[in-house]
């Protein structure tokens, strides 16, 4: 699969637009939804929608091109970023510049905002039990590519 960099950065664009008011959402959980956005989406159309890389790191999931696209982001301007205090930790927060205007088609909004509603009141700790629970996450080795196959092991309850 070759990763397709702007459905990704309006993926980006589209998440961080919708959890704005949300003081707890950081890159831990910006990369969790990510990952089920797409791993949802492998389950329903049999391809992911960013044909992103996932990896199993100790703190959970590693977008193979996070990094990438939003320093990419960044260095347009497009977004900026801020270590922010939270509770006793210190999360890495990301706040557009810009106004959204990513197109989506109907389907891929109806998965996106899915995932959204039901991952954003989460918090990194929350998020961490929950992915350590999903199958694709669980079946890999630490360091390997999350293999999005494994999404017809997932028990009925994770989606």
Known sequence: MNFDKETYTKLIIYILSKCYNKPHIGKTMLCS????IDF???EIYGTLLTKETYI????GIKPKHFIEVTQDLIDKNKLFLRKEPYYNRTIHRYYLTIIPQA???????????LNINKLINHNASSIAKY?????????????ENIDCKHVFSRKKNIK
């Open 33 to 36: 939804i990510l990952y089920f």
């Open 40 to 42: 949802n989406y492998y």
């Open 56 to 59: 199993k790191s100790k703190k």
């Open 103 to 113: 197109k989506f088609s109907e389907k891929e909004l109806e998965i996106i905002n």
């Open 131 to 143: 992915i350590r629970n999903d199958a694709p996450f669980s079946i890999a080795d630490l360091g």
